[in-house]
């Protein structure tokens, strides 16, 4: 079957390392919370061909296969093993010979989500899986999920909210969507933060802050009406702060489950929120983090 006929659903990246395995159960619990098939993905990167005066060593291909395959059957079993006692995902696999971006992006193009850890194995694998997670997240033609190597599924975080960094940009737009939509199948609050600027209070001589904030807060809740609608079920805490955006998402994801933002914005919190601010967030927090990401011209 080809890559365009088929139904990917759930897409992570698998290596063996703890935030790898870490990322597979976040992801096998994502699917069946989506209703979604997990696949899992090892691509074999020939690292050594790249070495014009060290030759391969025999065997050497053939052991990266069936190292290829031991990991993706550990992940399988990883997978299986996250899932609850009465629900079930189908979950397939796939070895993949070639560069890990270009075959993880390829493969974001087919799938809803693709879900990778935030290291790898080793100080090369490091290195290498960090510019792979930084890579989907500013180039996957699907929202990415970076996972952490932590307790992902620990039940002291499964009653947790879901933070949503909003600033009313089309990307901002997809993120809301996707915080309502996983708040909505955890059952859990959903907490809305809008960071009207970057700079401090204090930086802005004659700013009249509470007339600011009110119509902020108007304007935020304006926005979100919406998604209250389609969504009653979800709880929404509306949170508005000045102060600069990653500080304020980083401070406030300690105390949730999941955070959601948008691969990047528009004007002083958009433009950092989603530059520089989603890295910063990205490589601060511990808890899982989704970057949205539409499939989209824009995007490829």
């Given amino acids: ?72 059957r550990d992940a399988l079993k990883i997978g299986e093993d996250s899932v609850k006692h009465g629900e079930s995902v189908p979950i397939e696999s796939e070895l993949i010979f070639s560069s890990t971006v270009e075959a993880l992006l390829d493969l974001s193009t087919h799938a809803e989500l693709v879900v990778v850890g935030s290291s790898g194995r080793g100080a090369l694998a490091r290195g290498l899986l960090g510019s792979v997670s930084s890579s989907l997240v500013r180039h996957g033609h699907c929202p990415v999920a970076v996972i952490r190597d932590d307790d992902v599924l620990s039940s002291r975080r499964s009653n947790a909210p879901v933070l949503v960094g909003i ?3 089309p990307r901002s737009e997809l993120a809301t ?9 955890r059952h859990v609050d959903l907490i809305a933060m809008h960071a009207w600027s970057d700079l401090e209070i204090f930086e802005l001589p004659g700013l009249d802050w509470a007339a600011v904030k009110a119509e902020e807060e108007r304007s935020l809740a304006e926005r979100l009406a919406g998604w209250q609608e389609n969504y009653p ?19 406030t994801s300690e105390g949730v489950q999941l955070v959601v933002l948008g691969s990047h914005g528009r004007g002083t919190f958009s433009g950092m929120l989603l530059g520089s601010v989603s890295n910063a967030v990205v490589q601060a927090i511990r808890v899982p983090v989704i970057v949205a990401r539409s499939r989209d011209r824009e995007n490829r």
């Fill in 1 to 72: 079957m080809s890559q365009a006929a088929r139904d990917y659903g759930v897409i992570v990246g698998v290596d063996g390392s703890p935030a790898s395995n870490a990322a597979v159960a976040w992801a096998a619990h994502d699917a069946v919370l989506r209703h979604l098939p997990l696949t899992l993905v090892h691509v074999v990167n020939p690292v050594l061909a790249t070495w014009t005066y060290t030759p391969q060593p025999d065997g050497f291909a053939v052991w990266q296969e069936n190292e290829g395959r031991r990991i993706l």
């Fill in 167 to 169: 600033d009313g940009s």
């Fill in 177 to 185: 969507t996707i915080a309502f939509d996983e708040a909505s199948r």
């Fill in 233 to 251: 079920d979800v709880t929404v805490q509306r949170v508005l702060v000045c102060d600069r955006p990653a500080r304020a998402l980083i401070e």
